[in-house]
């Protein structure tokens, strides 16, 4: 995903991937396994409230600071966004063969 202005993004935050079942973002601090958040999504233009969990953190290594992967689940995913997403997702990908 690109740093900022990518067709998915977190309110605040950098996303570095993600799927039809959640999310992984860049965070400055770790997270708790398990813990629940609430985040605001920009899917292609469309601002949404969704829950998530936290499945996974991990140190990313790096030369300038402390960088965690946040891995997030989708727990609370509106049924729009959802397709939004899926439409997003289905985009960036090119079928076989396309040039």
């Known amino acids: 995903m690109p740093p ?10 950098r996303v570095v991937n993600v799927s039809l079942h959640g999310v992984m973002i860049e965070s400055p601090v770790p997270m708790e396994r398990d ?3 609430d985040l ?5 233009g469309l601002k949404v409230d969704v829950g998530t969990r936290v499945a996974a953190c991990m140190l990313i290594p790096s030369q300038k600071r402390k960088v965690y992967g946040i891995g997030l689940e989708f727990t609370r995913i509106p049924e729009d966004a959802q ?9 960036r990908v090119a079928p076989a063969g396309a040039a």
């Open 40 to 44: 605001r999504l920009v899917i292609g």
């Open 4 to 13: 900022t202005g990518g067709p998915v993004s977190v309110v605040g935050g």
């Open 35 to 37: 813990a629940v958040l």
């Open 83 to 91: 397709e939004r997403l899926r439409q997003v997702l289905a985009s």
